[in-house]
């Protein structure tokens, strides 16, 4: 299967620059995968389109401000990292631009030498292995020197950096958010629990993995970066008791719908666990644990894209997604969201 099939025009000014205000005011596009039938919703809407017993799954990793700008020591030539996955104690996999003139061996410093990296090795997806030298605690120093990871396509500054974190956000570590989580408040989510449905929740830090660009013409040809996960003994007693029960398990997110597909057996129950996971979900994917998900509208020829489509099928995506350019709706990052079920 080509990437190019994948492919849909947007104009520009669709891609959102901002979240809703409130999140829960967002548009919510409600898709059949069965029939490819929409309707549509206010965010908050969502809370009558969930039963009683069924459970949603939410991904509390929190960004970190992940992205640095210094300088070689020594040569002062300007250097930028985004921080992916801390591998060890205080070493990294970075993303360096310019990355050509970072060789191994070369120290970056930041701030007033708050906070010096030295590079160890190379990626094989052409990022750096560096590690990092300071003095305090480093999530201080990052939060101190490091600006929130924003996608390149919003060129609108954050009012403040809540913006980009969900309300639930919890565990340090992603290089981007898990955004169809950002449209839920926290009256929302008393809402659902007040009806009677679950609510769990899984680690996954978003990193390379989600937002890498499919550089291949065929999907097959196209290697996901590992990402780090984590999932409990509760939240997967919660989702087996689900399963026992008939009810749906709802993922929020393509992060989410990963990492659950990880754990699972091939009769849709989970283990906890943790690690890396690098799995790829396209279509012809045969959905073990997700029976409904929550998603925003994704990047072109993207993997998310594909995850979705495999899913719902790629003639009702890419329907779904046509009309949602008809209707103007909002996309990407901070964009609106569909709930497919």
């Avoid at 974190?165 to 007040?194: I, M, N, S």
């Avoid at 073990?288 to 998603?295: I, M, N, P, R, S």
Wanted: hydrophobic share 40%; net charge negative.
């Amino acid at each position: 299967m080509k990437v190019s099939e994948f492919d849909y025009n947007l104009p520009e000014e669709l891609i959102a620059q901002e979240p809703a205000d409130p999140r829960d005011e967002s548009r919510l596009m409600v898709l059949n995968r069965e029939n490819g039938n929409t309707e549509e919703k206010i965010f908050k809407e969502i809370v009558e389109l969930i039963e009683p017993g069924d459970t949603i799954i939410l991904n509390d990793t929190k960004v970190i401000p992940a992205r640095l700008y210094g300088v070689k020591e020594e040569t002062g030539g300007k250097v930028e990292f985004l921080l992916l996955n801390e591998v060890e104690l205080d070493t990294w996999e970075v993303l360096v631009r310019p990355g050509r003139k970072v060789k191994i061996g070369t120290r970056v410093v930041f701030g007033d030498s708050d906070l010096v990296a030295e590079v160890k090795d190379r990626t094989d997806f052409g990022g750096r292995v560096v590690t990092f030298e300071y003095d305090g605690v480093f999530a201080e120093i990052l939060d101190k020197l490091g600006e929130m990871p924003l996608p390149p396509y919003i060129t609108k500054e954050l009012e403040n950096r809540e913006q980009y974190q969900t309300v639930y956000a919890k565990k340090r570590g992603a290089a981007a958010a898990p955004t169809a989580g950002l449209h839920f408040t926290e009256e929302v989510l008393d809402a659902l629990k007040e009806k009677g449905v679950n609510i769990a929740y899984i680690t996954l830090h978003v990193g390379l993995g989600t937002f890498r660009p499919v550089r291949a013409e065929t999907i097959k040809d196209h290697d996901m970066h590992a990402e780090y996960y984590e999932v409990s003994d509760k939240t997967a007693e919660i989702i087996n008791q689900t399963k026992d029960q008939d009810q749906r398990v709802i993922a929020v997110g393509t992060t989410v719908t990963r990492t659950l597909e990880t754990v699972s057996n091939a009769k849709g129950y989970v283990q906890s666990d943790k690690g890396w996971t690098d799995i790829f979900i396209y279509p012809g994917y045969e959905f073990k644990v997700v029976d409904a998900l929550l998603t925003n509208f994704h990047l072109p020829e993207s993997t998310l894209v594909m995850l979705v489509s495999a899913f719902c099928g790629r003639e009702n995506t890419l329907a779904a997604y046509r009309k949602a350019v008809e209707e103007e709706y909002r996309f990407y990052s901070f964009g609106d969201a569909m709930l497919i079920i």
